[in-house]
Nanobody
Framework: QVQLVKSGGGLVQAGGSLRLSCAAS????????LGWFRQAPGKEREFVAAFSRSGDTPYYTDSVKGRFTISRDNAKKMVNLQMNNLEPDDTAVYYC????????????????WGQGSQVTVSS
């Protein structure tokens, strides 16, 4: 079992940066595919970024490519999301999550979820 505890988030002006981190517990952390999702008010939860299960390859939704970077530290059991050049449309609650199998962009593939972190980008 994996427990995910998030940190980071907050309020920033458009063009600014924020960093989200997620610390995991569990002895098999390295065997999980890790990802970040977000949910804006009135919208469904959507994929933002994730690693393949091997942890070698990052994937991003088109709207954040070139602005967001997902990183992973297996020794510290952490996954991070560096968000640069933030836009008002990035405003949402962000979640880290872990999966074992399934499509890495699919919410239903993830079995462990951290608490949400509010990210608000003002124009």
């Amino acid at each position: 079992q994996v427990q995910l505890v998030k940190s980071g988030g907050g309020l920033v002006q458009a063009g600014g940066s924020l960093r989200l981190s997620c610390a995991a517990s569990g002895r098999t952390f390295s065997s999980y595919g890790l990802g970040w999702f977000r949910q804006a008010p009135g919208k469904e939860r959507e994929f933002v970024a994730a690693f393949s299960r091997s942890g070698d390859t990052p994937y991003y939704t088109d709207s954040v490519k070139g602005r967001f970077t997902i990183s992973r530290d297996n020794a510290k059991k952490m996954v991070n999301l560096q968000m640069n050049n933030l836009e008002p449309d990035d405003t949402a609650v962000y979640y880290c999550a872990a999966r074992t199998v399934g499509l890495l962009t699919s919410v239903s593939a993830y079995i462990y979820w951290g608490q949400g972190s509010q990210v608000t980008v003002s124009s």
